[in-house]
């Protein structure tokens, strides 16, 4: 059973959505992010990184860097800037790229459900990365960034969500990157209590991208039960701010791999190499560079595209294996691991990782400037992701790369 339930949200008054709301605090780094505040000083980017209201002098995990996150958060709920909604409510957002939708319930997910395991996770997180999202959330004394989740697809909320589309948006505007945003409020109490039964009958809940928003909530809604140990479990800070997507409209991208040497190979070596070890055939129509299906990547080297399939008896090793059996997997442990040397690509300086939103020139970019050879992958599945996020296990370090992405400050989550 899911605890998934409608929450009071804040967010920004009608006309001031498009400005405020912004990308997730984790794609930029302080330069960029620093520059995208000033290029728009309304920017939700300005409070969910607030160390670019200071010189670089100032360390960005300063104590008073969190204070004036918390101090501009709650200064715009004082000039209107953003308003309180005065009912629990269920949010949709809806977001289309490239002709592509994706409609999510905005709502609020236990934390004990992520505790107990009825929200699955298939990444682990390190506290250094959690540490930093948890001072904001503590200092802000709200949850200002959704995390992304999925669940099975499900009739009744389909049912309801198509019904609430049909009429007036709270918000609909196209950020600069061309991604539609439509946001819709669910207050009828029968649809509320219909969308909270449906999330009670599933049994397993996943998150599909913000591991560490995740972790860092739950640490904050603990520290705040041992700060109230009268709690009685309803309290806002038993809950965190979510967006949750039925698995048949998400869409994983591939994550792409570049290195940036051949481990010693000479170009004709490695490819002698390669030949041993899978089916390799060089592509000579551009359209096919990308690889079109499941046991299969493409590899660029020295101006040539190549397309390479796992070999059959590699495929039926570990096809019982949903880790294993991964094409991010079986790359790593035929290829990257015993030809390139590189054991563990979450610290080897030698690999570097490209989301498949860059495209494919990108890697071609890459290797003409700082990389020997780059690797092009199939997306991994959602049902790929849901398996091994059922056997308990982990994916391997970036298998997975979501578009569009959620726009923080669209929903703030007040934790009193």
């Known amino acids: 059973m899911a605890d998934i339930r409608p ?38 980017l300005k409070i969910d990184r607030a160390e670019t209201g200071y010189p670089l002098s100032v360390d960005m995990y300063d104590e008073k860097v969190y204070q004036r996150a918390h101090d501009l958060l709650w200064g715009m709920v004082e000039d209107g800037s953003f308003i309180r909604d005065q009912k629990k409510c269920y949010y949709i957002y809806e977001l289309t790229m490239n002709g592509r939708t994706q409609t999510g ?63 007036e948006a709270e918000y609909d505007f196209t950020s600069e990157d061309g991604i539609r945003h439509r946001v819709f409020e669910i207050s009828d109490d029968d649809k509320i209590a219909a969308i909270s039964q449906a999330f009670e009958n599933m049994a397993d809940i996943y998150i599909a991208d913000g591991h560490h928003r995740a972790a860092s909530a739950v640490k904050v809604g603990l520290k705040r039960r041992e700060e109230h140990p009268d709690y009685d479990g309803t309290e806002e ?53 990308r690889p079109q299906e499941k046991g299969s990547f493409t590899m660029y080297m020295e101006g040539h595209w190549f397309l390479c399939k796992f070999r059959e008896d590699d495929l039926a090793a570990v096809a019982d294996d949903p880790v294993k059996s991964l094409d991010v997997s079986m790359l790593q442990d035929l290829l990257l691991h015993p030809v390139l040397g590189i054991g563990d690509p979450k610290t080897d300086g030698r690999i570097d990782f490209v989301g498949g939103i860059r495209g494919m020139d990108e890697l071609v970019r890459r290797c003409e400037e700082d990389c020997s050879v780059a690797f092009a992958m199939y997306p991994t599945s959602i049902t790929e992701l849901f398996s091994v996020a059922d056997a308990g296990k982990l994916m391997p370090p970036k298998s997975t790369w979501f578009e569009p992405k959620l726009r923080s400050g669209l929903f703030i989550h007040s934790l009193e």
């Open 7 to 44: 929450f009071m949200s804040i967010r920004p008054e009608k006309g001031k959505a498009a400005k405020i709301a912004a990308l997730p605090y984790d794609v930029y780094n302080r330069k960029e992010a620093t520059v995208e505040v000033e290029k728009n000083p309304e920017s939700f």
């Open 105 to 167: 319930i905005t709502a609020c997910a236990s934390i004990d459900d992520y505790l107990n395991g009825v929200i699955k996770k298939h990444e682990n997180t390190r506290a250094e990365k959690e540490a930093d999202r948890i001072h904001h959330v503590d200092a802000c004394n709200a949850q200002t960034g959704p995390i992304f989740l999925a669940y099975r697809s499900n009739p009744v909320i389909n049912e309801i969500v198509e019904k609430v589309k049909a009429g």
């Open 237 to 289: 800070f038993n809950y965190f701010l979510s967006v949750l997507f039925p698995d048949d409209q998400l869409m994983i991208m591939d994550y792409n791999r570049v290195v940036k040497d051949l481990n010693g190979y000479s170009f004709q070596s490695f490819y002698k190499e390669m030949k041993k070890r899978f089916d390799v055939t060089e592509i000579t129509d551009q359209k096919e560079k």
